[in-house]
């Protein structure tokens, strides 16, 4: 094996593990809350009580967190691949700045949110004992916060990258501990043995879900193009500017994160997009029966191309797991 071709996953990119913690504003709505305000269960005030839950703020408020919440893990989940330790993404190294910018500006927007809560807090309290009064006092007023500020430390918004740079040992001498050192390399041997098995699957789940998805985009442009239905959808949908463009970022995104130089089959969509995706083209280009044939015809061998490898894992694959090194 050439060693000059061998390769560190680790230096294609890096493990990214997001962690967002939100104060809940909520509180079970226990058997003795509903004794002490004598109501019927089905005629509970729907504005403050949800699935069984006390809700110490108006639903707007959490909604609004919980969506940054999310878009920040659309984001993340966009640009990489999961990895099966601690939780982590694998981001390839050249969208690590994209990532980050964009986790940035929605941390910002997060806590901006947060301090708009929190100053706030008190004039939401009095909407909430104003509007349900007899709720408030039996039900509530006891688990709100003595001060809002405090509420600040409940809500955290970080992210961490890290790589994975092999397991070393360190020697001790025989006199020392022989046992001891021993077993330390029995221990790290172990640890080198499962660190490659999980990388292995991560290199194989890495390139068969990135021709799994373009198998699924070949299917999909000559659905619009052609159009019929795509999936399981019941009815054709038309073709639109909007879907040409979500065509070339697809194929943009598929350059940015083909880290294992799957390059055949990104050269063929390259090719394909410099043909029929141009700046220009709109979707009555795509209504002439020769355009449909060509694209139809271009579609097809990438997604054969994409399809075979994809269910036979590969020469490709395998050659990959033979270069990976810790």
């Given at each position: 094996?050439?060693?000059?071709?061998?390769?560190?996953?680790?230096?294609?990119?890096?493990?990214?593990?997001?962690?967002?913690?939100?104060?809940?504003?909520?509180?079970?709505?226990?058997?003795?809350?509903?004794?002490?305000?004598?109501?019927?269960?089905?005629?509970?005030?729907?504005?403050?009580?949800?699935?069984?839950?006390?809700l110490m703020v108006?639903?707007?408020?959490?909604?609004?967190?919980?969506?940054?919440?999310?878009?920040?893990?659309?984001?993340?989940?966009?640009?990489?691949m999961p990895f099966?330790?601690?939780?982590?993404?694998?981001?390839?190294?050249?969208?690590?700045?994209?990532?980050?910018?964009?986790?940035?500006?929605?941390?910002?927007?997060?806590?901006?949110?947060?301090?708009?809560?929190?100053?706030?807090?008190?004039?939401?309290?009095?909407?909430?004992?104003?509007?349900?009064?007899?709720?408030?006092?039996?039900?509530?007023?006891?688990?709100?916060?003595?001060?809002?500020?405090?509420?600040?430390?409940?809500?955290?918004?970080?992210?961490?990258?890290?790589?994975?740079?092999?397991?070393?040992?360190?020697?001790?001498?025989?006199?020392?501990?022989?046992?001891?050192?021993?077993?330390?390399?029995?221990?790290?041997?172990?640890?080198?043995?499962?660190?490659?098995?999980?990388?292995?699957?991560?290199?194989e789940d890495y390139?068969?879900?990135?021709?799994?998805?373009?198998?699924?985009?070949?299917?999909?442009?000559?659905?619009?193009?052609?159009?019929?239905?795509?999936?399981?959808?019941?009815?054709?949908?038309?073709?639109?500017?909007?879907?040409?463009?979500?065509?070339?970022?697809?194929?943009?995104?598929?350059?940015?994160?083909?880290?294992?130089?799957?390059?055949?089959?990104?050269?063929?969509?390259?090719?394909?997009?410099?043909?029929?995706?141009?700046?220009?083209?709109?979707?009555?280009?795509?209504?002439?029966?020769?355009?449909?044939?060509?694209?139809?015809?271009?579609?097809?061998?990438?997604?054969?191309?994409?399809?075979?490898?994809?269910?036979?894992?590969?020469?490709?694959?395998?050659?990959?797991?033979?270069?990976?090194?810790?």
């Open positions: 094996m050439n060693k000059e071709n061998n390769f560190s996953l680790f230096n294609l990119g890096c493990l990214v593990n997001l962690r967002i913690r939100m104060w809940s504003g909520r509180k079970m709505l226990t058997r003795g809350d509903l004794q002490r305000i004598g109501y019927d269960p089905n005629k509970l005030p729907s504005d403050i009580v949800n699935l069984g839950r006390k108006p639903k707007s408020e959490l909604h609004a967190l919980t969506h940054i919440d999310q878009k920040s893990r659309n984001i993340l989940e966009k640009w990489s099966g330790i601690s939780n982590a993404h694998f981001v390839p190294a050249k969208m690590l700045p994209t990532v980050e910018a964009q986790l940035k500006e929605l941390k910002e927007e997060f806590f901006e949110k947060v301090d708009s809560l929190i100053a706030r807090f008190d004039d939401l309290v009095d909407t909430v004992k104003q509007a349900h009064p007899d709720f408030w006092e039996k039900c509530l007023r006891n688990h709100y916060p003595a001060n809002p500020k405090a509420l600040r430390s409940k809500f955290q918004f970080n992210w961490y990258t890290f790589k994975i740079s092999g397991i070393d040992t360190k020697e001790t001498s025989v006199s020392e501990a022989m046992t001891e050192h021993q077993l330390q390399i029995e221990k790290n041997q172990e640890l080198r043995k499962q660190m490659q098995e999980e990388v292995n699957r991560f290199v390139v068969i879900t990135m021709r799994q998805e373009t198998v699924k985009f070949c299917e999909l442009v000559q659905a619009r193009v052609n159009g019929t239905a795509f999936g399981d959808e019941t009815e054709s949908k038309i073709l639109t500017p909007r879907s040409i463009g979500c065509f070339r970022k697809y194929i943009d995104k598929f350059k940015n994160m083909n880290i294992f130089g799957d390059k055949e089959i990104e050269k063929m969509l390259d090719e394909f997009k410099n043909q029929f995706l141009n700046s220009g083209v709109g979707p009555k280009d795509f209504e002439s029966s020769n355009v449909k044939a060509g694209v139809t015809m271009a579609l097809e061998a990438i997604r054969q191309k994409a399809a075979t490898e994809t269910e036979s894992a590969g020469q490709f694959i395998g050659e990959l797991k033979r270069r990976i090194v810790l």
